[in-house]
Structure formats: C-alpha cells, structure tokens
C-alpha cells in the first residue's frame, strides 16, 4: 500500500475553505485541473454513495465515489472506481483543521493505494505534486490576502 | 473546596494507567478547549522539544519547575512529572500516551492546587508538507467547579496554549533547543537496520557487496543519521583494492562522506538536532550504507539551496578543490594550472573555480567528448590524451604548469616533471594509474620543484575548519563561482557497478550512491 501526504495552510477560514470544496461535485469551480463534472444518476452531490465523473484537463476520464462526509470535521473521503492512472483499491481524504490563531486553516489530503511497483515514484509525485499541491496552490491563490 | 494537593496520593504512589485523576466532578458538562498554530521549523525539530515530557520549564514561561518523579526517563509512558507554575500553583500530570509515528502526546493532570478536573489533554503535530513547517494542535476536556467555567477554558486556552506557542516560538528562534546538551534528548536506544555495501576481500568492484547491517544508537557526542545521497571517490576504489589495509581492515565499508537527516543524537551533542538536513565528511571509512552513527564533530549543516546528491558530489570533492587551489596552488590571476583527469569529480570543480580566480586552466582528458565537458566547466585549453602524453604541448603553448593537479599518479610522473615551470608546484591528490615510485629530492633541485602530496583530512581535522570550508563550497555553488559537475547516481546496492564505471575512465563528473 502506497501513502501520499500532502499538506499545506491556507490564508482563510476552515468555514471559508470548507464551503469552497465541500461540493463533491465542484471541483471544476476551484481546481484547475478539472475541466468538468458531473454527478451519476441524478443524485445530490452531498450524498454518501454519490459518484462524480469528471475529466481532467488533460482529457483523462476519473469516476470517484464518496464514502464519507463530514460538516463536523470538514472532512471528505473518496474512492476511485475508474481512472486511466493505474492504481487500484485508492482512498482519498480530503479534510480541513481550523488554526485558531489567526484565520486560516491546515488543509490535508492524503491517499492510500496500489499500484505496480515500478510505478510507485512517477504516482506519488503525480498525486503528491501535481493534483494535491496543485489543488491547494489554486486555493491559496483564492484566498490570498 | 480542600485543596486536592493535601489528599492526594503520596508522590511515587505512581496512579494506574490510563485513569485521569482528580477530584469529585462538580460539573457534569465536559469544558473542550481547542487552540491551534503554525510552527515555522520542520516537524522534527518541533517534535524534539514536545515529545519530552519534562521540557516545559526550558520554554514555557508559565512553568517555573519540572521535574519527572521516581527517576523515570520523561518518555516512559505512565511517567508523572510535576510542575511548579510560576504563580505558585503545583501540578502532577501522567503522560497516558506517546506516538513518535503519529507525533502525539496525551496526558492527564493526576492533582493540582488548580481545579481542573478530569483534564485530559492531547498535543498533536502534524507536517505542513507544503514549506517545511509544522502544524501544532493542542486540546484538552476537563471540567470545573460551577460558575468557573469560562475564567478556567481561558486561564487553560489562553494562559497554558497559546502562550505556548508563543513561547515556543522564541525558543526555537533563540535556538534555545540546540543548547547544551540534554536539551533535546530524543533517545532511541534500539540500533536501526541498515542496509551496507561491504567489502570481505580486497579485490575488483565486485567484491562491494549488499549486506543487511544495524546502525547503533548514537552514543556520547555522536549522531545517527538516515543517508539519502552518499559521495564515490577515487580514495573508496584504492580501500577497495586493499592498497591502504590499515584504513579499510576486512570485513569494511568504504565510503567517506554522506548526506542526509539526524535521526537522534547522543549525549553531549550541541547544534544538532533530529530533523536536522546535514553533509558529513569523516576520515573513517563506512559511508556506504543508509543508516550510520558518527561523531558529530564530522557533521556539518547543509543550506536549503544546496541538494542532497549535489551536496554529496560536491563536499570532499569541493573542499578538495579549496586546499588545492588556496592553501596549496596559491592559485591566482595568471597562474598557469595544469588539472589531469579534468572531467572527473574533482577535476572539473577545480577547473570552474579556478577559472573564476583568473588562472589559465589547461587539463588533460581521455577523449574529445570528455574534452568538451572540462571546457564547458571552464578548462580552456583541454588537452585529449590517453597516454598520458601532455609535456611538450604544455612547454610549447604556455611556456610550462606553475601547478599541476595530479591524480593519476606514476604513469605521468616523467611527464609531469617535464611540463613543469621553474618553482613549479606538482600536487599529488591521487595515483590512479599505480603508486608513485620514490621522488628524489635531486630531482626537485633541477627547477626549483615544490612536491605536494596533502591528504584531505588533515586540513578539516575539527568541525570548525570542516564547517569553514564546506561554507565555502555552498557559497561558491550558490553564487555560480563553482559549478556542480554532472552527477551519475547509482544505488546503494549496485555500488559495485559504480566502482566499476569509474575505474572504466567513460564517466564524467561525479558519482553518487541514492540509500
């Protein structure tokens, strides 16, 4: 199992940030990398179970599905049931922790996944670097103050 | 109410695990306090300092006195220290959970002059990946005696946490953690496994082989570090060979400088601290493994600018470089300095440098391409043998070498002598090609010849001429006066490959080992 950790902090609040990404099917709105997305079958996109199916910028096609929600700990958990990135059984979580000095908060995202063990360094690097820092870069350049 | 102090159990009636003490609950509502902050040092570094139960009194101005009863080492879980507070107030607090993995403590006050009651409190750090910082999350629940509530959510949040962060903010600033020894005791007494390229005989590359190993904890004035990038020279190929037995005895590890990070340190270590990115060059042999124990007197911290394997390329090889051309060569505007093996490790740093100081750079190199990298790094006037035949293009063009760099050792002895100035200065730095036959000083006398033959060692025999010269070689590389060479990396595990490729003349620059 292969962990990838990315973390950064940013200039406003964990309410500010949360009501900003909170939306499983929003990310075109805040992620650069995300050309479209839409949510399977109608369903709300604040339902457990939901699955978006977006694409990437670059064209790749990624259904994700949501496996947990969480207003109390602004925290949200994915998994990914298609993708052209080669990794399987890949659990996502996405989660913010108010910094009560001063406003801002400390945003993590993490994910846990296997893969071929050639290609262990290129996913971490993609994942770690380009799609989480990437994420977090384009919020931080929302936000700043 | 009675103070909790005088019923309390006696001090070394250690209170069992896990079971916050304190007084009859006087309120049923459970206070949480939460305070969080961001830390400008790495987790390490902030870890080193929380983790021990028994630091509070060197930064945090609240606490005036702390001390871990019954002897017990302050990361013993179960451990109670007891604290004299500024203001008077006493507290015993239990530490009920540790985790070096997670970065987290958890403790519980067992009695206290204050009424807190059934306080349990959790600091939890966590990695800012993004910057090197360090996110640090303090919270605790308890509950209080009626109407006191908020006076005792602020007195915890605000007088305890937050001036914590304060404090702790200054004490790192001031470097107050780095002091002294015992100032950050980050004891690991179990030794680590390591992984080690060992040589059982004397022989070709082969003889490097991958070896399970332990790195031990570090002892008084040592350091263990996790290498990352581990520099190849020309000196591991000659322990290899078994030429200098009394440096390398079998069963051995070559290998003489590193790059990586402080896992912990022993006693009587000052300045360094685990998390700490550091080089180190040392003048025993064993470099070649990913976890290794040495005297701290050998380490040296490493800027952000700098790169593991650039660093790792550059240190013995730069410092090198700097007793050549400084305290040896004298080497200035004009000076004609003649560098063998000008595409190698050395060879082209001496070159960039030297350029940079004004001196006529001429090398000799093995082929054209070689000879198109050395002018690249500043070698202007390389010149392509493999003889080495190189005497008379140097008399004819330059009238003579003021200095010549010489690691290729008996092959190029007559001709050295030949392409020599009057007062010209032959530095041996190596013997690639057989050891040097006898020099005789009858020899020298004909022009006036200085012979050099220095061993790097001796000229940084303590830290602070180590740390002199390698900031010299991070500046030089951060200003562009040095250049760092090309860098071939292998693996720690096929370090016999590497050897095997730099004995083979086709490399160019430097060769790193990744752990």
Redesign the interface.
């Known amino acids: 199992m292969i962990r990838v950790?990315?973390?950064?902090?940013i200039d406003a609040s964990a309410d500010t940030v949360w009501s900003r990404i909170r939306d499983f099917n929003g990310m075109p709105q805040w992620n650069p990398n995300i050309a479209d997305s839409r949510i399977e079958n109608g369903e709300a996109s604040d339902r457990v179970g939901c699955i978006r199916h977006f694409h990437t910028r670059d064209g790749g096609m990624i259904r994700e599905r949501l496996l947990a929600l969480s207003d109390y700990d602004y925290s949200c958990v994915y998994e990914i049931l298609e993708s052209p990135m080669g990794v399987e059984n890949y659990v996502a979580t996405l989660k913010l922790?108010?910094?009560?000095?001063g406003a801002?908060c400390?945003a993590?995202w993490s994910a846990e996944f296997d893969c071929a063990e050639a290609r262990e360094q290129e996913l971490v690097e993609t994942i770690?670097d380009r799609v989480f820092?990437g994420g977090?870069d384009a919020l931080k350049a929302h936000f700043r103050k | 109410m009675a103070p909790p102090w005088q019923s309390a159990p006696p001090e070394g009636a250690r209170p069992s695990l896990g079971r916050p003490g304190g007084r009859p609950v006087a309120s049923a509502v459970l206070q949480h306090v939460v305070r969080s902050t961001v830390i400008d040092a790495p987790i390490d570094r902030v870890w080193a300092v929380l983790r021990d139960f028994n630091s509070h009194d060197r930064w945090h101005d609240v606490v005036a006195e702390s001390r871990i009863e019954g002897n017990e080492r302050s990361d013993q879980v179960g451990c109670v220290r007891s604290f004299t507070l500024s203001d008077g107030n006493r507290i015993r607090e239990q530490l009920i959970a540790l985790s070096d993995s997670e970065h987290k403590s958890t403790y519980c006050i067992v009695e206290a002059t204050v009424p807190l009651q059934r306080y349990v409190a959790t600091v939890t750090l966590k990695p800012v990946t993004d910057g090197d910082r360090t996110f640090w999350h303090w919270e605790s629940t308890f509950a209080t005696p009626p109407g006191r509530e908020r006076e005792l959510r602020e007195m915890v949040g605000r007088d305890v946490y937050e001036a914590g962060f304060v404090n702790l903010r200054r004490h790192l600033r001031e470097g107050g953690d780095r002091l002294g020894p015992g100032a950050a005791a980050m004891p690991s007494a179990l030794p680590l496994p390591s992984r080690s390229a060992v040589v059982r005989r004397y022989g070709g590359p082969e003889v490097l082989q991958p070896e399970e190993a332990e790195a031990r904890a570090p002892q008084n004035g040592e350091v263990r570090i996790r290498q990352r990038a581990i520099g190849v020279n020309y000196l591991d190929v000659y322990l290899r060979k078994g030429w200098i037995p009394a440096m390398l005895p079998l069963p051995g590890v070559p290998g003489m400088e590193a790059v990586g990070t402080v896992v912990d340190v022993g006693a009587g270590v000052s300045g360094l601290l685990p998390g700490d990115r550091i080089a180190y060059l040392g003048q025993a042999p064993g470099a070649y493994c990913s976890v290794r124990t040495v005297p701290s007197e050998w380490v040296v911290q490493l800027p952000a600018g700098v790169e593991d394997d650039v660093a790792a390329a550059t240190l013995l090889k730069g410092i090198t470089a700097d007793l050549l051309l400084r305290d040896l060569g004298r080497v200035g505007a004009g000076t004609r300095l003649l560098v063998h093996a000008a595409a190698g490790g050395v060879g082209l740093l001496v070159c960039s440098w030297a350029r940079r100081l004004g001196a006529v750079v001429i090398g000799t190199v093995s082929s054209e391409e070689k000879a198109r990298v050395a002018r690249e790094y500043g070698c202007a006037h390389p010149i392509v043998t493999r003889e080495p035949r190189f005497a008379e293009a140097v008399q004819a063009q330059f009238g003579g070498a003021d200095v010549i760099v010489d690691g290729i050792g008996d092959a190029a002895r007559d001709e050295n002598f030949k392409a020599l100035a009057r007062r010209g200065h032959w530095i041996s730095l190596g013997q690639a090609s057989g050891a040097l036959q006898p020099i005789a000083a009858d020899q020298l006398v004909q022009k006036s010849i200085t012979f050099s033959r220095p061993a790097v060692f001796d000229y940084v025999a303590t830290n602070a001429h180590l740390a002199e010269r390698a900031q010299r070689v991070w500046a030089a590389l951060a200003d562009g006066t040095l250049k760092a060479p090309p860098i071939e990396r292998h693996s720690l595990g096929a370090a016999d490959e590497a050897h095997a490729r730099l004995e083979s003349r086709r490399t160019m620059g430097a060769l790193v080992l990744v752990a």
């Open positions: 950790y990315t973390s950064s902090v922790t108010p910094v009560t000095d801002r400390f993590e770690g820092q977090f």
